[in-house]
C-alpha cells in the first residue's frame, strides 16, 4: 500500500515539531523520530548513515550493515555530492541524499519512497538538513555517533589530537580548504587546522618530532597557540610567535615543523609562514608550477633559535581563479610502495592533477588520494601523513 503525503501546510507543522524533538533528544532517539516524520510526510523508510574515519564505509546510524563508500549507489552520492535515485528489490524507490555540515561531508541518507515529485523531493531535502544540523551539533558530546565513525581502536595520541581537529572540510562561495590525515588510530605529531573569515581563509599544517604521546601534546599546544593568536587577530609573524613562545615555556625539548597560511577571499593573494617544512605546490591549469611557492626555509616551530626579536618572514603569491595550493607532511612522499621505493612527490602531485581533472571535489580527490598511499603499503605508515588543499574559486571560476 502506498504511503500518502500529507499536504503542505500540515507537512510545514509536522516539521517544526519534528525540529523541537530531534534538537532536543539524544542521538539513541533520532532513529525513532525520523521514522515518525518520515511515515507523516509519504516517505516509507530512511536511514541514516555516517561514514568512517577513513571513508570507506558507510554506517547506519540505527546499526545495520554497512556500504562501501566506493562501491555503492549511497557511496556515489558521497562521492559526488549528488541526487541518486535507485530501485530497490523490495520495489519502492531510494533517494539518496548527501549529509552535509557546510563543505563537510558526514555521510548520507537513504530515503524509500513509492514516487518522487518535487514536493516529495523538497521534504527529503529540508529532512536531510535538519539531520545534518543536529548530528553536527551533537558529535562533539556524543560517543555513540563517535563510534559510529570508527572501525578500529584508536591510540591515546590519537584521541588526544583527533579531539581538537577541525571538519575535514570548510569551504564558502570564494574557496575550500580540505584536509586528510592517516593514520587514522595511531597519528602521533600531524595535524591540520583551517577556518573561515568573512575575508579570509585561514590554514595552518603541523609536523611535531617524533611519534609518541609528547608529539601529540606538541601539535596540541601548537594547534591551540594558533587559534589563540588567530581569534586575537594577530598577525601571521605574531602568530608564529606565539607557538615558538607557548612551545618554549611547556615543552622547551619538543618543536614542530608547520606551515600558517592566509587566503585573502578577494583579492587571492596568498600569505605564508614556513617554519621548518616542505614547501608549499601550486597547482594551475592542471599542473605542478615548479618552485612556486618555494621560499627559504626557516627554523621549525618552538626551536630556541625563533625566540629572538627578528620576527618570522612573511611570504606572498598572487593566485589565479582555480589555483589550488597543497600542503603536506613528509610523511606522504616518504611512504614506501609495496615495491620498496617511495610513493614519492610525484605520485603525490599526478593522483591530484587526475582527480580534479576528472571533476573530482577538493574533498574527494584527496580521499582517492590518500587511499592509493595506503593501498600501496602492507605494513602501513611509517609515519604520519597529512594533506591539506587549497582552492582559490571566485564567482566566475570555471
Known amino acids: 500500500m502506498a504511503v500518502e503525503s500529507v499536504p503542505a501546510g500540515d507537512g510545514e507543522h509536522l ?35 555516517l561514514v568512517d574515519l577513513q571513508q570507506r564505509q558507510l554506517t547506519p546510524l540505527a546499526g545495520g ?9 549511497a557511496g556515489w552520492s558521497y562521492r559526488t555530492l549528488g541526487l541518486r535515485v535507485e530501485e530497490s528489490s523490495a520495489g519502492p524507490l531510494i533517494v539518496w541524499l548527501p549529509l552535509i555540515d557546510g563543505a563537510d561531508r558526514l555521510g548520507v541518507v537513504g530515503m524509500h519512497v513509492d514516487a518522487l515529485d518535487g514536493a516529495l523531493l523538497r521534504r527529503c531535502r529540508t529532512l536531510v538538513a535538519v539531520l545534518s544540523m543536529a548530528i553536527t551539533s551533537q558529535r562533539r558530546v556524543s560517543d555513540q555517533l563517535v563510534q559510529r565513525t570508527r572501525t578500529d581502536t584508536m591510540t591515546l595520541p590519537a584521541e588526544l589530537v583527533r579531539s581538537l581537529l577541525p571538519p575535514r572540510t570548510v569551504g564558502s562561495a570564494r574557496a575550500v580548504s580540505t584536509a586528510v590525515l592517516e593514520p587514522a588510530y595511531e597519528l602521533g605529531g600531524d595535524a591540520f587546522d583551517h577556518a573561515l573569515t568573512e575575508s579570509t581563509l585561514h590554514a595552518v599544517i603541523l609536523d611535531a618530532m617524533g611519534h609518541n604521546l609528547a608529539s601529540g601534546l606538541t601539535t596540541s599546544i601548537a594547534m591551540a597557540g594558533c587559534r589563540s593568536a ?60 615548479d618552485k612556486a611557492l618555494e621560499r627559504p626555509g626557516e627554523p621549525p616551530m618552538g626551536t630556541p633559535a625563533t625566540l629572538a626579536d627578528t620576527p ?36 603525490f602531485t599526478d593522483s591530484i592533477i587526475r582527480a580534479t581533472a576528472a571533476g573530482e571535489l577538493a574533498s574527494e580527490a584527496l580521499r582517492q588520494l590518500m587511499h592509493a598511499i595506503l593501498e600501496s603499503r602492507h605494513e602501513g605508515l611509517s609515519d604520519d601523513a597529512t594533506i591539506l588543499l587549497l582552492e582559490w574559486r571566485p564567482p566566475g571560476t570555471r
Open 15 to 49: 516539521l517544526q515539531e519534528f525540529l523541537a524533538a530531534v534538537h532536543s533528544a539524544p542521538p539513541s532517539h533520532f532513529p525513532a523520530l525520523i521514522d515518525r516524520y518520515a511515515a507523516q510526510i509519504g516517505l516509507r523508510r530512511v536511514t541514516v548513515y
Open 65 to 73: 550493515e554497512r556500504l562501501l563508500v566506493d562501491d555503492s549507489s
Open 230 to 289: 588567530r581569534r586575537m587577530g594577530a598577525d601571521l609573524p605574531e602568530l608564529v610567535k606565539t607557538v615558538d613562545q607557548v612551545l618554549a615555556d611547556w615543552l622547551p625539548e619538543q618543536y614542530c615543523t608547520g606551515i600558517a597560511a592566509r587566503l585573502d577571499l578577494l583579492s587571492g593573494v596568498l600569505t605564508w609562514c614556513n617554519c621548518g617544512h616542505p614547501p608549499p605546490l601550486l597547482i594551475r591549469d592542471h599542473q605542478v608550477l
Open 312 to 347: 618570522r618572514t612573511v611570504h606572498r603569491e598572487a593566485l589565479e581563479p582555480g589555483d589550488r595550493v597543497l600542503l603536506y607532511t613528509d610523511g606522504v612522499t616518504e611512504a614506501r610502495t609495496a615495491g620498496g621505493g617511495r610513493f614519492g612527490l610525484a605520485g
